[in-house]
């Protein structure tokens, strides 16, 4: 079983930085996909962005230059660097862990991220 916990939402205006952490919990493997994905109201949940345990990541266009995603094994936490922030970012970005052998997902809750002036 693994816990993931969210933090580092919260209002910003547009241009704006944040940096969202999750934080791993359980039984956690170092060779797990993480990944960060965002939900906004009435919309489909969209991958933002992913990082293997050898560090290779993949971002959304729509992000791809403005946001960087990192891994530390140690403090078996993942971040989203979140800079440049425009009003379209709104959205519950939420927090993804992928063990492929055996094949188990995670979920974090999810938190709340607002770009607006």
């Known amino acids: 079983q693994v816990q993931l916990a969210e933090s580092g939402g919260g209002l910003v205006q547009p241009g704006g930085s944040l940096r969202l952490s999750c934080a791993a919990s359980?039984?956690?493997?170092?060779?797990?996909?993480l990944a960060w994905h965002r939900q906004a109201p009435g919309k489909q949940r969209e991958l933002v962005a992913s990082?293997?345990?050898?560090?290779?990541?993949n971002y959304a266009d729509s992000v791809k230059g403005r946001f960087t995603i990192s891994r530390d094994n140690a403090k078996k936490t993942v971040y989203l660097q979140m800079n440049s922030l425009k009003p379209e970012d709104t959205a519950v970005y939420y927090c993804?862990?992928?063990?492929?052998?055996?094949?188990?997902?995670?979920w974090g809750q999810g938190t709340q991220v607002t770009v607006s002036s």
């Open positions: 993804n862990y992928v063990r492929v052998i055996p094949r188990t997902e995670y």
């Open positions: 359980g039984s956690i493997s170092s060779v797990a996909i």
């Open positions: 990082i293997t345990a050898l560090g290779n990541t």
